[in-house]
C-alpha cells in the first residue's frame, strides 16, 4: 500500500482558514487527547517527536530534526513530518509536510481563540513580530475579522517594513513605531516574538482588549509582564501543553502572581461552552502552546481536503 505524501504545492491552495477553525472545533468535542512529547539530543542537534491519540479521530506523530549547523551549508534548521494513522487499524493514512501543518495550525489554533475571546466588534489588530508566523496571522486574521486593519512591530523595523510591503494589495496595514501607542490602540494584540523578556507591559491594555501570545515556548521565555497577567483573564489552548512549558504562565506561577486556578480553562472548555468571555470590558489572554493534538486535528483537515480535490480531478469527465 502506498502511503500518499502530501506537501503545500499538493494542497495549500485549497485550503481555508474557517476548514482549519472547523476542524479544531469538531476535534475539541471529541474525548480529550492522549498526547506525549519526546526529544533526543546529539550535541546541539536535536530530534522532537510530539504524539497524540484522539478517540476516533486517529493519531499522529509529529517529528522534527533541529541541525542549527545547516545554516552554515545554507540549508534549513528545522526538517520534519507529520505521519497519520487510522484511529481502528493503526495503518499509516498519510505523510505530510511538517511546515505545512505548523503553518496552518499555529495561527488556525490562535484564530480559534480570538473568535471565542476577542470581541465581535475588533477591528484594529497589532502583530508583535514580523517572522513567519506574523505572516500567517496576518493571512488568518484578515479571514474573520473582514473588515480588520493591521499593524505590524518589530524589534527590527526593517523586519516591520518588508512584512508590510509584502501583503496582499488590498489589506490596510502598516508598521507600528511606538510600541506602547500601538497596543493602546489595537483590540486584539498577537504575540508572535522569541522574547526571553516581555516587550508588552500591563500598563498600556485598555479594558476590552484580546491577547493571543504565541511566542513563548520554553520555561525562561515570556511575551508580557506580571501586570498584563494580573490585568487579564487567563485561558489557553491546551492547559497540558502550557502548564508545564510555557514561561508565560510558568514565571508569574513561581512568583505567585498567578495560580493555575486563575487559568479559566482551555479549548475544551471554550468549545463546550464552560467558559469564554465575561463582559465587554474585560482583558481576555489567550496563551497558544500548541500541542500534537492540534497538529493531528488540522492534518486529518488536510488529508479530507487533499482526498476531495484528488477524486474531483480524477473523476472521468
Known amino acids: 500500500m502506498t502511503v500518499p505524501f502530501i506537501g503545500p504545492e499538493d494542497i495549500e491552495a485549497h485550503l481555508a482558514w474557517a476548514d482549519v477553525t472547523d476542524a479544531l472545533r469538531a476535534g475539541h468535542r471529541r474525548p480529550r487527547a492522549a498526547i506525549a512529547d519526546g526529544l533526543v539530543r546529539r550535541g546541539s542537534d536535536g530530534l522532537l517527536t510530539r504524539s497524540a491519540w484522539i478517540d476516533g479521530l486517529g493519531a499522529a506523530v509529529k517529528t522534527a530534526t533541529v541541525v542549527p549547523g545547516n545554516a552554515a551549508d545554507s540549508l534549513p534548521t528545522i526538517h520534519g513530518r507529520v505521519t497519520l494513522y487510522d484511529d481502528r487499524t493503526g495503518i499509516p493514512d498519510a505523510i505530510l509536510d511538517f511546515h505545512l501543518v505548523t503553518r496552518w495550525k499555529t495561527a488556525g489554533d490562535s484564530l480559534l481563540g480570538a473568535q471565542f475571546l476577542a470581541r465581535p466588534d475588533s477591528r484594529r489588530i497589532l502583530i508583535l513580530g514580523a517572522g513567519a508566523v506574523a505572516r500567517t496571522l496576518v493571512s488568518a486574521y484578515s479571514s474573520h475579522f473582514r473588515d480588520a486593519t493591521f499593524r505590524i512591530w518589530n524589534r527590527t523595523p526593517a523586519g516591520a517594513v518588508t512584512l508590510v510591503a509584502e501583503a496582499p494589495t488590498g489589506l490596510d496595514i502598516d508598521v507600528a513605531g511606538d510600541l506602547a501607542g500601538a497596543v493602546r490602540e489595537a483590540d486584539i494584540i498577537c504575540g508572535a516574538t522569541m522574547a526571553i523578556r516581555p516587550v508588552l507591559r500591563g500598563a498600556w491594555l485598555r479594558p476590552g482588549q484580546h491577547l493571543d501570545l504565541i511566542g513563548s515556548y520554553r520555561p525562561d521565555m515570556r511575551e508580557v509582564d506580571d501586570d498584563a497577567i494580573s490585568r487579564s483573564s487567563l485561558f489557553a489552548d491546551s492547559l497540558e501543553t502550557t502548564l508545564g512549558h510555557s514561561g508565560e504562565f510558568l514565571i508569574p506561577l513561581a ?41 493531528l486535528m488540522t492534518a486529518r483537515r488536510i488529508l479530507e481536503t487533499w482526498r476531495r480535490i484528488t477524486s474531483e480531478t480524477q473523476a472521468p469527465p
Open 255 to 295: 512568583a505567585g502572581i498567578m495560580s493555575k486556578t486563575d487559568i479559566r480553562g482551555d479549548l475544551y472548555d471554550l468549545v463546550a461552552g464552560k467558559t469564554g468571555r465575561a463582559s465587554p470590558d474585560e482583558i481576555t489572554l489567550f496563551k497558544n502552546g500548541g500541542g500534537a493534538h492540534l497538529d
